[in-house]
């Protein structure tokens, strides 16, 4: 596949009213997930080779933050994880883990939630708390074509995304071939520690959880065969840097 690292850019520049800044454009995101620094290290060095724009749901703060907003003039939105609060083990208010996110990345105009936690309430805080994309709803590609951006309430943009790497694992789903179908929006998901081990199914991820901060280690399991590595830097243009 060529590298269409034009077509590439970030979620917050979506206008829903204008469609010349979402059809036929490619929004790569990720999902930090809390990955050790060499973990997201290593797909950040494979989106600098590929010269592409992306936009990064945060959960915690690290060096590398400074390198994506400053170095890479990437957007850098937050990721919320409200699983605790919903079982009951987090004391604190929906409102108050949002404010703790944006501490991390105060200017973030961008907003998905761990497990995609959404409801009518938690719109109203992310628009109270200044953001105004939200990309909370997983629309498998095909199921709804062409997939389309939309406003809520107090203008707030719903960005769904079509395709997400842990749950292509779950329902064996190929990924699209969102260059080739231009038409509709084209927002994927992925997670730097199944590119960083070439996750081809969740076993491989779950037999290493206890290695996942200890990337030296971790490397020796990366898969060798197709996996969301290989469909992530064939959607990118580009080989591996190993």
């Known amino acids: 596949m060529k590298n269409y690292s034009e077509n590439f850019t970030t979620i917050s520049k979506i206008d829903c009213g204008n469609k010349e800044t979402w059809s036929g454009k490619i929004f790569l995101t990720f999902d930090i997930d809390w990955a050790h620094d060499e973990v997201l290290e290593d797909t950040i060095n494979l989106i600098t080779k590929a010269g592409v724009d992306a936009t990064w749901f945060v959960t915690h703060p690290t060096k590398l933050l400074r390198k994506l907003r400053t170095d890479l003039d990437h957007e850098l939105g937050i990721h919320p994880n409200f699983n605790d609060l919903l079982s009951g083990t987090n004391q604190s208010s929906s409102k108050e883990i949002i404010k703790d996110y944006l501490r991390i990345v105060p200017d973030a105009k961008s907003v998905r939630s761990h497990s995609l936690t959404q409801s009518e309430r938690l719109v109203d805080q992310f628009h109270g708390c200044g953001l105004t994309h939200i990309s909370n709803f997983f629309i498998p590609y095909g199921n709804l ?12 943009a719903i960005i769904p995304h079509c ?8 329902i064996s789903s190929c990924f699209p071939n969102t260059v080739k179908d231009v038409a509709g929006l084209h927002v994927v998901n992925f997670h730097p ?6 996750t081809e199914n969740l076993e491989r991820y779950e037999k290493t959880r206890q290695l996942h901060q200890k990337p030296r280690e971790l490397i020796n399991f990366r898969h060798q065969g197709q996996g969301t590595r290989s469909v992530f830097m064939k959607l990118l243009g580009i080989d ?3």
């Open 145 to 156: 074509s062409p997939i389309a951006p939309f406003q809520l309430w107090d203008e707030m």
């Open 193 to 198: 520690i199944h590119i960083f081990l070439n």
């Open 163 to 170: 395709w997400q790497d842990n749950v292509a694992l779950r």
């Open 240 to 242: 591996d840097l190993d």
